[in-house]
């Protein structure tokens, strides 16, 4: 067999003859490889770095050719290098085909690594085919030699041989691309690479060469010629011949690489021209010396200078002073500390055109660092003129709005002055009016008088309670109240409305509902018994129901009627300030549109949500959503006692409105005090200078000097003299905090707000004289419900009989929870709603000769003005029994009118002998003139009287009030339908009489 020629048999060869191998020509034959694959390499490295697929076939066929030649000079020089005691030579054409292996594997080894990262099979298959071409190259060499001897190999050797040529193969392969994830340097990565790859074609060589077999006999001479090798001068010659093409080819390789650079940086120059001339930023490098150096397109359209006007002079020709002379030294001081101002950051300079303006720009330096240590300065330039117009624009926009913020606030304080400041007389003289002998007609027209003023009062509440909650200043208390007793608060103050427009009112509270809470009770009551009385006001027909649910732990709260509805556009639209259904419901109902805007604000302050469904003509519900805490049932609070009348006084009046001095005066002279009175801030100074006061009542608006500079003049006018401070008391119809905290500061010791409720002021008065920040103790809850709580001498005066004032306090108690809530027994309450309320109540009460409930709301009026919130809050359960007390009494009040005149409860007015009787001629011609102007919206308060007289002389003083309480609410519909009522009353009893 062909094998039995090739492997070592069992046939006789004769002796084996051993060979010796020259130290020397194996290094050489080591050497000369590991060379030539570092030219390999960096052969390799050119190729895959190369954009030309031309060059880079060129750099891997020519880096073929020297590594291999170099693997077939390395097998000859090794064969040199071991010497058998017998003659050899090659055969030429056995030789020269040998050398075909060689290259074929130098190719793909070169191929391999000039492409992407091999991986998995590629890398394993490279290194086969690498491995194998090398084997092939060294067995063919070996196939040339001729000798006297036989050549066999052994088997596991020759295996041995061809295993180490591949797995050498692809280790130096894998080298090559794994060491580029090691932090070795790329030189060292470099030579490590091209010695392994040396090794691998040595390796297979030494490995074959140990598993050949010499036999025969040393006599035998052969005669046949072929090429015969020296050993020492052959092996250099080959060495030289191999290390010569490997460098002409790394040459050639390394010319067609600069030429390509040259190339790329040609290529690299025009873009980096195109990026300059087509920037839109000014670019201009300069050197280290501050020379301009490039001069872009953008920057000539910006400084107005053409690039040769520029280039080669100083960059501080474009820089105005101080600039231009500080630039200089700026660069020195760089160049000796290299420590930086601007390079590395944004800043913004000023320019100079070349026709000498100046402009804002945005400058941005870097440093580039040249290898001859030359420093670069690369500047970037934007135009900020439009960017700093629109920051300007932006601020100027910003200081009108924080002006216009400024403004409402000053025209909220402007505008509560200037309503306030008239009312103040209008409810003055109203009241001191109703305490004098009047007809009836003439006090039914003084009461709507001040029924429509205090309605003009909540409006204006209304209007600042929104600006409150618009500039996010309203706080929420969170204290313990019932729900279900709030509930049912509210449909007992909504139930008299509902009933006299012939509506249902019903609230459904289930009963297996938590009944305690957390939470804001004034503000929720607020929104409810908003919620409910717009539901009344907008419902002809049918009723309105409450309904409370607990859900998911958020109670949900549903206000439903079935009322006129809306569409779906005034859905949209129903919870923006001043917005009503459309443009006659205002007209129809009356209203300002700010209440579901008010309810909104609230419940979102209150971290809820409301929502409306509704259709036209068939009514809305209004859903409330509110996550309230649970909550335990409040504590019960404390008492605490009244405050000390007034002993005579020498008072120093301060306004500037002729109406209120005048006022002020009757009310103070009629109480045994001393008046004297200035119109304005210098003529109160004056005034304080040449007398002595015991208290002054200072306005803080008025012309000339205003009253806290004429307070702060009394107070220095003090101090200098040493004498003890005289309490000033701010009277001012602002409601502002900033006013109050003004006039503390102005050194005023009071506050008292317009219009005045003349026993606050008393109590005010008391306050600063007795420099207590709260009011004495007065009588105990159970002995000042037990006194008596209405003044019936003083109420009889003013209202003629005691059945009359009976009925008047018993309508007024009936309306006093919807007009004037309090809050729960320890629930938190919004303390302006809690003011107000007392206000309320304090003024009503004394009209009614209720004198006890006016003073102690008073008191707590004035105690909360101070800032007492919690005592006030203690003492709400006095003030409630004292109405509580007020019922019982008024209500005995008329039981024994009608046991007197033995007739019905409602007859107990008409037997109190009041107003003369008005005909029925006279009555139906008042309705009907006072309906045709209420169709107008307009009103005849003397038409209104007489209908008003008519009807209680009839003993039907129920409907008269709710006629007047319609026409103050401007309810003009629900006012006509009570007119028609009547007419229609008189109409069947005008036939029942004919019959």
């Not at 091999?118 to 491995?131: F, R, S, T």
């Not at 929104?527 to 009723?543: P, Q």
């Not at 005048?662 to 200078?689: C, I, M, N, P, Y």
């Amino acid at each position: 067999m062909m094998l039995d020629h090739f492997f070592v048999g069992g046939e006789d060869l004769g002796p084996l003859v051993e060979g010796t191998w020259q130290p020397g020509l194996v290094l050489l034959s080591v050497a000369v490889p590991i060379f030539l694959s570092l030219m390999a390499l960096q052969t390799s490295h050119i190729a895959r770095h190369t954009r030309s697929r031309f060059y880079r076939h060129v750099a891997i066929g020519t880096g073929a050719i020297a590594l291999g030649g170099g693997i077939w000079t390395m097998h000859f020089i090794g064969m040199m290098a071991f010497h058998l005691p017998a003659p050899m030579y090659y055969r030429t054409d056995v030789t020269l085909l040998s050398l075909l292996p060689g290259l074929a594997a130098s190719w793909t080894a070169l191929w391999m690594l000039a492409r992407p990262e091999p991986v998995g099979w590629p890398l394993v298959i490279g290194g086969v085919v690498v491995g194998a071409g090398i084997g092939a190259m060294h067995y063919a060499g070996m196939a040339a030699m001729v000798s006297t001897l036989e050549m066999r190999y052994d088997p596991l050797l020759f295996g041995l041989s061809i295993v180490v040529a591949v797995a050498l193969a692809m280790l130096a392969l894998w080298i090559r691309f794994g060491l580029r994830r090691t932090p070795l340097p790329r030189r060292m990565r470099f030579l490590i690479s091209g010695t392994v790859m040396g090794v691998a074609i040595a390796g297979m060589h030494y490995t074959g060469m140990a598993a050949a077999r010499f036999y025969g006999d040393l006599s035998i001479v052969d005669a046949e010629h072929g090429i015969r090798l020296g050993t020492t001068w052959a092996s250099l010659g080959l060495a030289s011949l191999s290390l010569t093409v490997a460098v002409l080819v790394t040459s050639l390789n390394g010319l067609i690489r600069t030429r390509e650079l040259y190339r790329e940086v040609g290529e690299s120059q025009s873009r980096l021209q195109a990026i300059l001339d087509t920037a839109v930023d000014a670019i201009i490098t300069i050197d280290g010396h501050g020379i301009v150096q490039e001069f872009s397109h953008s920057a000539e359209r910006l400084f107005g200078y053409q690039a040769g006007e520029v280039v080669g002079r100083n960059i501080k020709m474009l820089m105005p002073e101080p600039y231009h002379s500080e630039h200089d030294g700026y660069l020195r001081r760089y160049r000796a500390t290299g420590v930086p101002h601007i390079i590395g950051m944004g800043r913004e300079v000023v320019g100079r055109r070349k026709d000498g303006s100046l402009m804002p720009v945005r400058l941005a330096v870097g440093r580039v660092s040249l290898p001859n240590q030359e420093m670069l300065f690369v500047g970037m330039l934007t135009d900020i003129s439009d960017k700093q117009a629109l920051e300007a624009s932006l601020r100027e926009a910003a200081e009108r709005a924080e002006q216009a913020a400024a403004a409402k606030g000053h025209f909220l304080a402007n505008m509560s002055h200037e309503i306030r400041t008239p009312m103040n007389s209008i409810i003055g003289f109203t009241d001191l009016l109703l305490q004098t002998d009047l007809s009836p007609a003439q006090r039914s027209h003084l009461n709507t008088i001040r029924q429509s003023s205090r309605s003009l009062l909540r409006l204006l509440n209304d209007i600042l309670d929104t600006s409150k909650m618009d500039s996010g200043r309203l706080e929420l208390e969170s204290r313990d109240f019932s729900l279900r007793s709030l509930a049912m608060q509210i449909e007992s103050s909504l139930r008299l409305g509902a009933q006299a427009r012939g509506l249902r009112l019903a609230t459904h509270y289930p009963a297996d509902m938590p009944e305690y809470f957390k939470g804001d009770t004034l503000r929720l009551l607020q929104v409810l018994t908003n919620l409910v009385g717009n539901a009344i006001k907008f419902t002809e027909t049918g009723g309105v129901d409450v309904l409370f649910s607990l859900e998911g732990g958020v109670v949900h709260v549903q206000v439903r009627d079935t009322g006129i509805g809306m569409s779906p556009a005034q859905v949209q639209s129903i919870f923006d300030p001043f917005t009503q259904a459309d443009a006659s419901i205002s007209r129809r109902f009356g209203g300002t549109g700010l209440g579901t805007t008010i309810a909104r604000q609230l419940v979102e302050a209150m971290k809820g949500r409301i929502e409306v469904e509704s259709e036209p003509g068939r009514g809305s519900t209004f859903h409330v959503w509110l996550p309230l805490a649970p909550g335990r049932a409040p504590d019960e609070p404390q008492s605490q006692g009244d405050a000390p009348r007034l002993p005579p006084l020498r008072v120093l009046i301060a306004d500037d409105v002729e109406q209120n001095l005048e006022l002020l005066t009757l009310v103070l002279r009629a109480g045994g005090h001393q008046v004297e009175s200035a119109r304005d801030g210098e003529q109160a100074v004056e005034a304080f200078l040449a007398g002595r006061f015991d208290v002054v009542l200072m306005d803080v608006h008025m012309p000339v000097i205003d009253g806290l500079q004429a307070t702060r003049l009394i107070r220095q006018h003090e101090r200098t003299r040493g004498l003890a401070a005289t309490p000033v008391i701010a009277l001012t119809a602002s409601v502002m905090a900033n006013d109050r905290r003004e006039a503390r500061q102005a050194g005023m010791s009071g506050f008292a707000v317009k219009p005045l409720d003349i026993p606050r002021l008393y109590e005010e008065i008391a306050r600063v004289l007795e420099g207590r920040p709260e009011a004495s103790d007065g009588p105990s809850p159970a002995g000042r419900a037990a006194a008596r709580a209405i003044d019936w001498e003083r109420g009889v005066a003013l209202w003629g009989d005691r059945a009359r004032l009976a009925d008047r306090i018993l309508a007024f108690l009936d309306e006093a929870p919807g007009k004037y809530p309090l809050p729960d027994q320890g629930a938190e309450a919004d303390s302006e709603a809690l003011l107000f309320s007392l206000h309320g109540l304090r003024g009503a009460a004394g009209n009614l000769a209720l004198t006890a409930v006016s003073q102690q709301a008073g008191e707590l009026e004035d105690q909360g003005r101070a800032g007492h919130l919690a005592d006030v809050r203690m003492r709400l359960p006095h003030l409630r029994a004292l109405l509580d007390a007020a019922r019982q009494e008024a209500r005995a009040a008329r039981r024994e009118a009608c046991a007197a005149s033995g007739s019905a409860p409602g007859d107990a007015a008409a037997a109190g002998g009041a107003p003369a009787p008005v005909a029925d001629a006279d009555l139906e011609s008042a309705a009907a003139a006072l309906r045709t102007v209420l169709e107008r919206n307009e009103l005849d308060d003397a038409a209104l009287g007489l209908v008003c007289a008519g009807l209680e002389a009839r003993g039907d003083g129920a409907r008269a009030q709710a006629l007047r309480a319609a026409i103050d609410a401007f309810e003009f519909g629900r006012a006509g339908a009570l007119l028609d009522a009547v007419r229609a009353d008189m109409a069947e009893r005008a036939a029942g009489q004919l019959d």
